[in-house]
């Protein structure tokens, strides 16, 4: 069992950065792949950025690459999703997931066992 507490969410302008965190607890979280997802309102869930094991192979939407990393601290059992440049278009709330079974990133709602509360992130024009 894992259990995922989420924080760094809030308000900032257009241009700016936030950088959102997510500790986990539970021996299973050392092979997980986490991932991040986001969800606007009236939107669907979907995925944002995901990293394996290790650590060395992020995957990230193409909205989002050069803007946006994921990193992960296994000593802390935290990863973390740095987001600079931030755009209106970001505005969602972020979730962090874990999938307890797979090796590589995968990118559906479904693949991921475990997640976090959600935290709002706000971008104003």
């Known amino acids: 069992q894992v259990h995922m507490v989420e924080s760094g969410g809030g308000l900032v302008q257009a241009g700016g950065s936030l950088r959102l965190s997510c500790a986990a607890s539970?021996?299973?979280?050392?092979?997980?792949?986490m991932g991040w997802f986001r969800q606007a309102p009236g939107k669907e869930r979907e995925f944002v950025a995901g990293?394996?094991?290790?650590?060395?192979?992020?995957y990230y939407i193409d909205s989002v690459k050069g803007r946006f990393t994921i990193s992960r601290d296994r000593a802390e059992n935290t990863v973390y999703l740095q987001m600079n440049t931030l755009k209106p278009e970001d505005t969602a709330v972020y979730y962090c997931?874990?999938?307890?079974?797979?090796?590589?990133?995968?990118?559906?709602?479904?693949?991921?066992?475990?997640w976090g509360q959600g935290t709002q992130v706000t971008v104003s024009s």
């Open positions: 997931a874990a999938d307890a079974t797979s090796w590589v990133v995968r990118t559906t709602i479904n693949a991921y066992e475990y």
């Open positions: 539970g021996r299973a979280y050392n092979n997980n792949v």
């Open positions: 990293i394996g094991w290790s650590g060395s192979t992020p």
